[in-house]
């Protein structure tokens, strides 16, 4: 088992961290290439399919920006400003406990921050007002884009499609290693928005080819109540789900947004309680459990370690993770060892080497997991899928792009050994 090292007592609000102004701004991009400033005329039409229609075509260019700038959302700056009413974007919280005082007690995370009134959660995207809770980021997004489904990255769910992925501000841990720092450590009105409410994002995404929504960048946790709305929505219109999470939630949530998305991929970040203690400033056992519980629920599940040189790349946590995911999970669960490159507050640390990823990998194939892959090294055999049983190339994967697609009726067409995963 992981050591656990000490375990933390349900916090208090904590106050906002600050940062360096030296730090670079990672998503800056050239004006051309940001989406189009949303006209004060398109923002009162009571009918919103022009403004949908308006962004069909930068869409398609961010997916191009996606395939060039490695999993790094684009916030969606000049859509609007950012709006000192917020009252389109503010929903009553689904999870959360009514205290004497009008204080309120957050059941959304494990940290279950105990708010005063007028104050909000750790996650900064929560508040109290007046003794109700209220999220700030329902429809509230502040990044999208068109991405392959491989950038997830997902794997064995519908290769070679394409999702509508949306963030908001937020997160509910801060990873000294964020790639969306900018997005994911700030609050909401920090940043410009666009209100895209469930249907309209459905809508958005089906007119633009699109076979899921995404739900990604910063953490899908703390717009939970977003997510299952727009899943739901997702789902009427015939389309998928995926969410991209740090799985730092509770079981009741959790529950909720499995019986409505599709596919869900966890950063588990270490297998030692001490590394999330000192770089996510979360907490490993939650993680754990949730994996399991996402198992249990049918849902389709993949993994991703990013794989930091000397903090989380030894080869007994790798052994031991690998072993608890063979017994808990089945050997059959997809992970993908990434590379790490230095952003944020990790600056002082080199690219993981390949060596040190094909290394954990052999390890992790050691110890019988199937599927197994290297992420953020473009044209590395370790992005295709091989068949467990007689080892054919079943998918062969160039970055995002699938090359080939061996594939028959979800069987290896070798030797017939079922390939698990949602191939349609």
């Known amino acids: 088992m992981p050591h656990q090292g000490s375990t933390s007592a349900p916090s208090a609000a904590l106050p906002l961290p600050g940062f360096p102004e030296c730090e670079a701004r990672i998503d800056a991009l050239p004006a051309q290439l940001a989406f189009p400033r949303a006209s004060p005329l398109l923002s009162e039409l009571p009918d919103r399919r022009l403004f949908l229609k308006t962004l069909a075509f930068p869409c398609a260019a961010a ?4 395939l060039a700038r490695d999993s790094i959302a684009i916030p969606v700056r000049a859509w609007a400003a950012a709006e000192e009413d917020d009252s ?27 708010v005063e009134d007028r104050n909000r959660g750790y996650c900064r995207v929560r508040e109290n007002r007046s003794g ?31 999702a509508f992925s949306v963030a908001t501000a937020g997160c509910n841990v801060n990873c000294k290693f964020c790639q969306n720092w900018e997005i994911s450590q700030a609050k909401p009105e920090d940043l410009p928005a666009q209100y895209l409410p469930p249907k309209d994002l459905a809508t958005l995404a089906k007119d633009n080819q699109c ?56 950063d588990l970040k270490a297998y030692s309680q001490d590394y999330y203690r000192d770089v996510v400033r979360g907490q490993l056992q939650p993680i754990l459990d949730n994996l399991i519980a996402i198992r249990k629920q049918g849902k389709w599940l993949e ?9 989380n790349d030894r080869d007994a946590e790798i052994r031991d993770m690998s072993r608890w995911i063979k ?78 697609m061996n594939l028959h009726k979800g069987k290896c067409p070798k030797c017939q050994h079922p390939i698990p995963g949602v191939w349609s």
């Open 63 to 66: 997916c191009v920006m996606a």
């Open 88 to 114: 389109r974007f503010r929903v009553e919280a689904r999870f959360y406990e009514k205290l004497p005082g009008k204080m309120v007690r957050c059941k959304l995370c494990p940290r279950e921050c105990v």
């Open 132 to 162: 109700t809770y209220y999220t700030l980021v329902h429809s509230r997004v502040v990044a999208a884009h068109i991405d392959p489904i491989e950038k997830k990255p997902f794997f064995h769910f519908l290769p070679g499609k394409m």
């Open 211 to 266: 076979a899921a929504v995404a739900f990604t960048y910063s953490e899908p946790t703390i717009f939970n109540e977003y997510v299952t709305d727009a899943a739901e929505s997702a789902r009427a219109s015939g389309l998928k789900s995926i969410v991209v999470t740090n799985g730092f939630i509770q079981q009741a949530p959790l529950k909720r947004t499995c019986q409505r998305v599709d596919a869900i991929k966890i």
């Open 303 to 311: 993994i991703v370690y990013l794989t930091v040189p000397t903090l």
């Open 327 to 404: 017994t808990e999970l089945g050997p059959d669960v997809p992970i993908h060892f990434t590379r790490f490159m230095p952003l944020y507050l990790l600056k002082n640390l080199p690219p993981t080497p390949v060596a040190t990823l094909e290394r954990l990998k052999a390890v992790a194939d050691g110890e019988g997991l199937q599927y197994v892959y290297i992420g953020n090294v473009p044209g590395h055999p370790a992005e295709n899928t091989y068949c467990p049983k007689c080892h054919s190339l079943v998918i062969e994967r160039a970055g995002f792009t699938i090359k080939q």
